[in-house]
């Protein structure tokens, strides 16, 4: 399976500043998504990264709070723009290779775990 | 709209003692259902893919089986590295995003 890194690993920010989180993947792929995870919670998917058009957002994620980029096929990155304490989560990227296997399986960088004060 | 609940909430085992875990969906259509291993401050790491109902993975100490509205993760003789949050999630047959469970916490006790 692709080998997945996300930038930064953590974060504290102070409300009202953005974050940019970087995800790198070691290998063309062909679908990138978006997730957070909330304290204590699951995986709730933000959006699907598309490669060289307008991101997908699911219901409640707005491009205005959450722009995402996907300039070639092994990288992305989300913004979380104008932080509140709400905003704490982890955040992370994941990726589905549907040129090479047979399955749909998405495989999970390592998450940004993002404090905002 | 598709959903997934897991049961139980959090589990508790002695090490050796074997147990399962259930992941109850409906969808419109499965797909797929994938089960993930999650340590704390880490990303879910995949476990097992399972398509149709009668389908069996193994790997290692776990067993993963599946029916037309519910998944099983055998966990057989546990040991503490064990411990981990058991996620669960499943695909539409028109490849619709993943709609994940809340997932099981397990620990297993020395």
């Known amino acids: 399976s692709a080998v997945i890194s996300q930038k930064p690993s953590r974060d504290i920010c102070q409300r009202g500043t953005s974050l940019t989180i970087q995800c790198q993947v070691d290998?063309?792929?062909?679908?990138m998504f978006w997730y957070r995870q909330q304290p204590g919670q699951s995986l709730t998917l933000i959006a699907t990264a598309n490669q060289g058009s307008e991101a997908t957002y699911e219901s409640g994620f707005v491009i205005d709070k959450f722009p995402i980029s996907r300039p070639n096929l092994t990288f992305s990155t989300l913004t979380v723009s104008n932080m509140s304490p709400e905003d704490s989560s982890i955040y992370l990227c994941s990726v589905e290779d549907r040129w090479r296997g047979s399955t749909d399986t998405q495989y999970f960088g390592p998450g940004t775990r993002l404090t905002v004060l | 709209e598709d959903q997934v609940t897991q049961s139980p909430e959090a589990l508790r085992l002695q090490e050796g003692e074997s147990s399962s875990l259930n992941c109850s969906y409906t969808?419109?259509?499965?797909?797929?259902l994938f089960w993930y291993r999650q340590d704390p401050g880490k990303g879910p790491e995949f476990l097992f893919t399972l398509y149709s109902a009668g389908e069996e993975k193994e790997k290692e100490r776990l067993k993963a089986t599946l029916t037309k509205k519910e998944s099983f993760l055998h966990i057989t003789a546990p040991k503490p590295e064990d411990s981990a949050t058991y996620l669960c999630?499943?695909?539409?047959?028109?490849?619709?995003?993943?709609?994940f469970g809340p997932g099981t916490r397990l620990s297993v006790l020395p």
């Open positions: 999630a499943v695909q539409g047959a028109y490849g619709q995003n993943f709609v």
């Open positions: 290998s063309q792929v062909t679908m």
């Open positions: 969808v419109s259509g499965l797909r797929g």
